[in-house]
């Protein structure tokens, strides 16, 4: 079954501890992608690849880190969490160039919370 | 700084209704735009996109109308059934950026009553 999955889906911590967000997808998107939803503000992308080791910031990178070492796998690293980053995020992967159709599959979410 | 935004926030529709929501974008140099459905407790999922070089096009149930004259782009939903009761967001690529980078409104609430 294709599909993007994010360990954990839950998830509760304190200011200042190291937490990684994984984000896997099983279709050999180039694309990947995550976001953070908040109530109000919608569905913002933090960072996103285009493929192996090419990243860019979305709109609110400050406070994260991405890497991209292999095709499948898009890990999301806080290296410092805050109480502002307390929130629903989502990763999201997709294929096709701007030629082609742009459909972006996401995983279930973490809800993550930083006390 | 350019924004994706929506003029309803709620919509509430009997089943059967057809739906209308509607979504306006400040970049008019935007050339892709996906409308997405978000159940309670799930990820975003695809409904339908649109090219700039259309006005129109239409999917299972849904149709998505793009006017550029005035930057507006909407989603139809026909014979709305109360499984179509989410949240809809509208997205755009502004050509200017790389692919992967989507602006994403801040969503529209549809409740289908039975």
């Known amino acids: 079954e294709a599909q993007v999955t994010q360990n954990p889906r839950y998830l509760i911590t304190v200011t200042g501890k190291k937490l990684t967000v994984t984000c896997s997808q099983n279709?050999?998107?180039?694309?990947m992608s995550w976001y953070r939803q908040d109530p109000g503000l919608g569905l913002r992308q933090i960072y996103y690849?285009?493929?192996?080791?090419?990243?860019d910031k979305g709109d609110v990178p400050e406070g994260y880190k991405v890497s991209r070492k292999e095709k499948r796998n898009f890990p999301l690293i806080l290296e410092s969490p805050s109480p502002n980053q307390t929130s629903l995020y989502f990763c999201?992967?997709?294929?096709?160039?701007?030629?082609?159709?742009?459909?972006?599959?996401f995983g279930p979410g973490t809800r993550l919370t930083v006390l | 700084g350019e924004s994706v935004g929506l003029h309803l926030p709620t919509l509430s529709v009997q089943e059967g209704d057809n739906s209308i929501i509607n979504c306006a974008y400040s970049?008019?140099?935007?050339?892709?735009f996906i409308w997405y459905k978000q159940e309670s407790g799930k990820g975003p999922q695809f409904i339908i996109d649109?090219?700039?070089?259309?006005d129109k096009r239409q999917g299972q149930r849904v149709t998505v109308l793009l006017n550029k004259t005035v930057k507006h782009l909407s989603l139809q939903i026909a014979a709305t059934q109360p499984g179509d009761s989410a949240v809809y967001f509208c997205?755009?690529?502004?050509?200017?950026?790389?692919?992967?980078?989507?602006?994403f409104g801040q969503g529209t609430i549809l409740t289908v009553h039975p």
């Open positions: 999201a992967s997709s294929s096709s160039s701007r030629g082609g159709q742009n459909e972006q599959f």
């Open positions: 279709m050999n998107h180039e694309y």
């Open positions: 690849s285009m493929n192996v080791e090419v990243t």
């Open positions: 970049n008019s140099a935007s050339d892709y």
């Open positions: 649109i090219r700039s070089n259309m």
């Open positions: 997205a755009e690529n502004p050509p200017t950026t790389s692919y992967g980078k989507l602006t």
